[in-house]
């Protein structure tokens, strides 16, 4: 009745994993508890589960990012601590089996419920804004997307208290991900886990590109948007060619554990270099998925901080445009060394290297920017001058790494690990960071605390390069990535470096929770009661911090390339604001169950197939087809915002412009 599943998929024999589960479960029962005694339930049901807002779906999916990121930091310590103890003679503390769950779920974690998360719940919760609308293309759909997204983050961490997790590396590569090498659960877990996350990030995908082709602000043309709706298109459209890729080799790979296929079984007709190219069509595009965004969100900080407009606007968005074209010519420099043929790796180095080229016009616009700017140092600018220096060495390493002569000498070493932490770090995370800065204030009417802000940047900056740059030394001398255990003593120096770096980075984590939590408690003294905080560009920063649920009481008349700078400057020429228009009542969406519904059909489902508990999977996806026949047959989908309650909101936020920009016309 219960397939696989016994008390032996607990793992009391094992104290780390146990100690580690019953920590987080009671973690989860005193938020409950707190949650309960303060009443919040209802408020967190009726404003954010069941939300059909785009700005409160993006708040959840930044919330979901943050958690997965200190599960998967906790991970690295991890890593670091048994490399730094287990050398020579050393075994440290973590079994092989053990540690080898910990380096796959750290990559998991940290690529697919971490970085994908953060920057989907930054194009949820701007995109919207800065194209002048009131909501995405399909609001419900988007609320599905993001809880189908956390029912595979929840499937991820259930495999920490249920069975285990995938030993294979965060790619999963078979012929080890083959039932044969593999015939535990973990391997499941990674493929139930990301089949349904990724289902959520494609409809992400459609609903965005619609949004941003098809629903702009009056006068918004495409030439007219910011860098930022550019580069979640170029983003989204990525999302929309490469995740179909990896949903389609991962249910290859399903069939083969499941039902006996051979599509990646070499001695059964099959061939494992087919996962290969399969997994890296989608997994090179990745990094442009999340990585254009970041340089999306550099862009608008760059602007903002140094009081000019972005330079070379549109070989921005012709430099986005090519990079995410190019993204799909070098996949196979990632096996390099697996025989393909001096010709074809010539062919894959080139392309690798020729996507260096409109990378460096964006760092060279955003030098420019700057350049004759009065630029402001604040904690988003430190994100964003800190990410041009190391995504420049990032850079550079990944043009050695594109000669297959020099990566035939540092392929699956270290050195590879601190290119790919370099590019992602410095510029995925410390973008997000710089975004979460700067749009905070708008999403909960108050600033953080710079100073603590400013001590989070230098934990990162410095803990990352004292982390990673020890392994370019190592990578160099043949440490090889996955190590368990350290052969040679004299690694023992840089290692013990890379956890010191770690430890940083860690501080720098708990430093952002401590800024939080004084921010909550002095937000009082740092109120955006104007909702330009920054003296912004965009049209974000048009509307009042936190925006109402509808964004805009009048959709705004866009005229040039900055259409908030442009009427924000007119505004403080003339000291007045323009005339008042002529509001309407609004139609807005209803919140929606489905989408909490169809996560935990899905979750259900998930597990039992993992478990090979058949029954209750079919019951999973009938309630999961069950839910959407309902919502599909609903009558209502929209409710009326009436004309007063929009008259009286926008009178108020007029009012508060009109002082606002009366003391910045006198200043001036």
Same mark, same amino acid.
């Given at each position: 009745m219960f397939g696989r599943l016994t008390w032996d998929a607990i793992p009391f024999n094992q104290p780390i994993p146990l100690i580690t589960s019953l920590v987080v479960l009671m973690a989860l029962a005193v938020t409950a508890i707190?949650?309960?005694?303060?009443?919040?339930?209802?408020?967190?049901?009726?404003?954010?589960?069941?939300?059909?807002?785009?700005?409160?779906?993006?708040?959840?999916?930044?919330?979901?990012?943050?958690?997965? $990121?200190?599960?998967?930091?906790?991970?690295?310590?991890?890593?670091?601590?048994?490399? &730094?103890?287990?050398?020579?003679?050393?075994?440290?503390?973590?079994?092989?089996?053990?540690?080898?769950?910990? !380096?796959?779920?750290?990559?998991?974690?940290?690529?697919?419920?971490?970085?994908?998360?953060?920057?989907? +719940?930054?194009?949820?919760?701007?995109?919207?804004?800065?194209?002048?609308?009131?909501?995405?293309?399909?609001?419900?759909?988007?609320?599905?997307?993001f809880w189908l997204s956390a029912s595979g983050a929840l499937l991820i961490?259930?495999?920490?208290?249920? +069975?285990?997790?995938?030993?294979?590396?965060?790619?999963? !590569?078979?012929?080890?991900?083959?039932?044969?090498?593999?015939?535990?659960?973990?391997?499941?877990?990674?493929?139930? %886990?990301? #089949?349904?996350?990724?289902?959520?990030?494609?409809?992400?995908?459609?609903?965005?590109?619609?949004?941003?082709?098809?629903?702009?602000?009056?006068?918004? &043309?495409? $030439?007219r948007m910011p860098v930022f709706c550019w580069t979640?298109?170029?983003?989204?459209?990525?999302?929309?060619?490469?995740?179909?890729?990896?949903?389609?080799? $991962?249910?290859?790979?399903?069939?083969?554990?499941?039902?006996g296929f051979h599509f990646f079984t070499n001695d059964g007709g099959g061939n494992s270099m087919l996962y290969m190219n399969l997994i890296w069509v989608w997994g090179h595009p990745e990094v442009y998925i999340l990585v254009l965004p970041a340089f999306g969100i550099y862009s608008e900080v760059v602007s903002t901080f140094s009081g000019k407009p972005l330079f070379g606007y549109r070989s =921005?968005?012709?430099?986005?445009?090519?990079?995410?074209?190019?993204?799909? *010519?070098?996949?196979?420099?990632? !096996?390099?060394? =697996?025989? %393909?043929?001096?010709?074809?790796? %010539?062919?894959?180095?080139?392309?690798?290297?020729?996507?260096?080229?409109p990378t460096g016009?964006?760092?060279?616009?955003?030098?420019?920017?700057?350049?004759?700017?009065?630029?402001?140092? *604040?904690?988003? =600018?430190?994100?964003?001058?800190?990410?041009?220096?190391?995504?420049?060495?990032?850079?550079?390493? +990944?043009?050695?790494?594109?000669?297959?002569?020099?990566?035939?000498?540092?392929?699956?070493s270290?050195?590879?690990?601190?290119? !790919?932490? #370099?590019?992602?770090?410095?510029?995925?995370?410390? %973008?997000?960071?710089?975004?979460?800065?700067?749009?905070?204030?708008?999403?909960?009417?108050?600033?953080?605390?710079?100073? $603590?802000?400013?001590?989070?940047?230098?934990?990162?900056f410095i803990g990352f390069h004292l982390a990673f740059m020890p392994l370019y030394v190592l990578g160099l001398w043949g440490a090889t990535r996955r190590m368990q255990h350290i052969p040679d003593p004299t690694w023992a120096p840089y290692l013990d470096v890379a956890f010191v770096g770690a430890a940083i980075i860690g501080l720098g984590i708990v430093l952002t929770v401590v800024q939080?939590?004084?921010?909550?408690?002095?937000?009082?003294?740092?109120?955006?009661?104007?909702?330009?905080?920054?003296?912004?560009?965009?049209?974000?920063?048009l509307t009042l911090s936190p925006p109402p649920h509808y964004n805009f009481a009048v959709l705004p008349d866009v005229h040039g390339e900055e259409a908030y700078w442009t009427r924000k400057q007119t505004a403080i020429? #003339?000291?007045?604001?323009?005339?008042?228009?002529?509001? #309407? @009542?609004?139609?807005? @969406?209803?919140?929606?169950?489905?989408?909490v519904i169809v996560a935990f059909f899905a979750s259900v489902c998930g597990f039992a197939i993992i478990w090979y508990i058949w029954w209750l999977a079919i019951l999973g996806l009938v309630g999961a087809f069950a839910v959407f026949v309902w919502y599909a047959w609903r009558d209502e989908h929209e409710h009326v915002i009436p004309l007063e309650e929009v008259i009286a909101n926008a009178r108020e936020r007029r009012r508060i412009r009109k002082e606002h920009l009366h003391n910045l016309s006198q200043s001036v």
């Open positions: 707190w949650i309960t005694r303060n009443g919040w339930w209802g408020y967190l049901w009726n404003e954010y589960f069941t939300s059909t807002d785009h700005k409160k779906i993006g708040i959840m999916y930044v919330v979901l990012a943050l958690l997965m $990121l200190v599960r998967g930091f906790a991970d690295a310590i991890m890593m670091r601590a048994q490399q &730094s103890l287990a050398i020579g003679n050393s075994q440290g503390y973590l079994p092989p089996e053990h540690y080898n769950q910990i !380096f796959s779920a750290h990559g998991t974690i940290m690529i697919f419920f971490m970085a994908m998360p953060i920057i989907i +719940g930054f194009m949820n919760f701007v995109v919207p804004l800065q194209l002048g609308v009131r909501d995405v293309a399909f609001p419900t759909l988007n609320n599905v997307s961490n259930v495999s920490l208290f249920v +069975g285990e997790f995938a030993r294979t590396g965060w790619l999963a !590569f078979p012929p080890l991900s083959e039932k044969a090498f593999s015939p535990g659960v973990g391997v499941d877990y990674y493929l139930v %886990a990301l #089949q349904i996350s990724g289902v959520g990030t494609t409809l992400t995908a459609v609903n965005f590109v619609t949004t941003i082709l098809k629903i702009r602000a009056p006068g918004m &043309s495409y $030439l979640s298109l170029a983003s989204s459209l990525l999302m929309l060619a490469a995740f179909p890729v990896l949903t389609a080799t $991962l249910a290859m790979l399903m069939l083969d554990r499941y039902l =921005m968005i012709f430099a986005t445009l090519a990079i995410c074209i190019l993204s799909f *010519t070098v996949w196979l420099h990632h !096996f390099f060394t =697996m025989g %393909a043929g001096a010709d074809v790796n %010539a062919v894959f180095g080139i392309a690798s290297m020729l996507i260096g080229i016009v964006k760092i060279y616009n955003w030098l420019f920017t700057m350049y004759g700017g009065r630029v402001r140092f *604040t904690v988003p =600018m430190h994100y964003a001058i800190g990410f041009m220096f190391t995504f420049v060495i990032g850079g550079l390493t +990944g043009i050695l790494l594109a000669m297959p002569p020099v990566d035939f000498v540092v392929h699956n270290l050195f590879l690990v601190a290119h !790919f932490h #370099q590019v992602i770090i410095g510029g995925v995370v410390f %973008a997000v960071m710089a975004g979460y800065t700067y749009w905070f204030p708008k999403a909960f009417g108050f600033t953080l605390d710079e100073r $603590l802000g400013k001590a989070v940047f230098w934990c990162w939080l939590l004084y921010s909550i408690k002095t937000r009082d003294q740092r109120r955006d009661v104007t909702g330009d905080p920054w003296d912004g560009r965009t049209l974000e920063w020429k #003339q000291d007045q604001l323009i005339a008042e228009p002529n509001y #309407q @009542p609004i139609e807005m @969406p209803l919140h929606s169950p489905t989408g």
